[in-house]
């Protein structure tokens, strides 16, 4: 019963017809159409398809366990600056959590072959954490310029930039609109992809801003993979693999706005679309891991918990938030309901185990890259 959410009300005002007209069609009272509505009582079971039928939806749709038709998409709002000013705590915690630096200085080193100084624009920058990998591995002479949305990111970058004394320059503005005059030799970004509404012109986009024969490098983590990439010792590994519908919001936000889960499986073959060449791609070996002993795992432990929102239980106005989301962007409402149930049996399991937290979590980076072609130019 807790997953039904009675759409009455919303369909007959989008019919323009009042509750006495509705009750004249489907043979009740008024007063049964105004308690329907108002939530103090259901319709009798044998009403359900005559009142489906009546409206033209499903009776899925009828009792809000699937959006209506009508019902406004509400996009994702990841690839806006608003969204990720206020998400500074989280990005510290997650990016630092990606890398083994030996990993990052063999790409550099072994894979890229870079042996001279290179011109680098981070796409997407945000607090410039790929810039602070990179740097202190590139040849002496190297620069570095990042562009990000949010005007909050940038100030935050060139302040940890100034402190360590690093050269760089910082652009606050949109990267598919920006018009670059200068070519770079490496065009680089870092999750980002997976939070865009049209990653294929952003990757476009990347290309453009590549000189001659210079790298263009996405690195991403694919969305699939993370559902099964948690292990949490005494918890069921099964449960928290669990996807919940997952799946249709997932399809429901590319086919709505073109944000893709699956981008990081999917680079290899949109470079090559984009005439980029020498395609290849490799995965990070990073893995993550505490014992939950006091051996330097507490900071681990305390950005699973934040990283995860699994600190505090979700309010109730939260909760609802959430599953009403959920439910716009593809699930059912006993999808969306059990979804959020599962994740706050999880922080509740998570929170008990607080001071012996012991887990092993793999970040699965696919680092794609592909190289711009010379352009051939002929003397008369």
Not at 71 to 78: K, Q
Not at 88 to 99: A, I, P, V
Not at 242 to 259: A, D, P, Y
Request: with cysteine; proline share 4%; net charge neutral.
């Amino acid at each position: 019963m807790k997953a039904i959410q009675l759409r009455i009300g919303t369909l007959r005002k989008q019919k323009g017809i009042s509750q006495k007209m509705l009750a004249g069609a489907i043979g009740v009272t008024p007063q049964s159409v105004s308690k329907w509505e108002t939530g103090a009582a259901l319709p009798d079971i044998g009403l359900l398809p005559a009142l489906a039928a009546f409206f033209e939806v499903s009776v899925d749709e009828l009792l809000g366990l699937k959006s209506l038709p009508d019902d406004a998409y509400e996009p994702s709002g990841t690839g806006l600056s608003g969204y990720w000013s206020e998400r500074m705590e989280y990005l510290k915690r997650t990016r630092s959590r990606l890398w083994n630096k030996d990993y990052f200085q063999f790409l550099i080193e072994r894979v890229w072959k870079i042996k001279t100084p290179v011109r680098v624009l981070d796409c997407g920058c945000g607090y410039g954490a790929v810039g602070l990998q990179m740097l202190p591995l590139l040849p002496e002479g190297s620069s570095y310029t990042g562009i990000d949305l949010s005007e909050q990111l940038i100030t935050e970058a060139e302040n940890i930039y100034k402190k360590l004394g690093y050269p760089a320059k910082w652009i606050h503005g949109d990267f598919i609109t920006y018009p670059f005059i200068e070519k770079y030799d490496l065009v680089i970004c870092q999750c980002v992809l997976r939070h865009v509404d049209q990653p294929f012109t952003f990757l476009k986009k990347m290309k453009e801003a590549a000189q001659d024969g210079g790298l263009v490098i996405a690195m991403e983590p694919n969305r699939e993979t993370e559902c099964d990439s948690l292990y949490i010792d005494r918890l069921d590994y099964g449960a928290l693999c669990s996807r919940n519908g997952l799946r249709k919001v997932w399809k429901t936000e590319f086919e709505h706005q073109g944000r893709d889960y699956a981008v990081a499986v999917r680079l290899p073959h949109m470079m090559k679309k984009i005439g980029l060449s020498h395609i290849e791609s490799r995965m990070n070996d990073h893995v993550q891991f505490a014992f939950g002993d006091a051996r330097g795992g507490e900071k681990l432990s305390e950005d699973l918990l934040e990283i995860n929102e699994w600190n505090e239980p979700l309010s109730e106005a939260d909760l609802k938030a959430r599953t009403d989301y959920l439910i716009n962007h593809g699930m059912t409402r006993e999808e969306a309901i059990g979804f959020c149930q599962n994740q706050q049996k999880t922080g509740e399991n998570v929170r008990m185990l607080r001071e012996n937290l012991a887990y092993t979590q793999l970040p699965s980076m696919v680092i794609t890259f592909g190289r711009k072609a010379e352009t051939v130019k002929f003397g008369y």
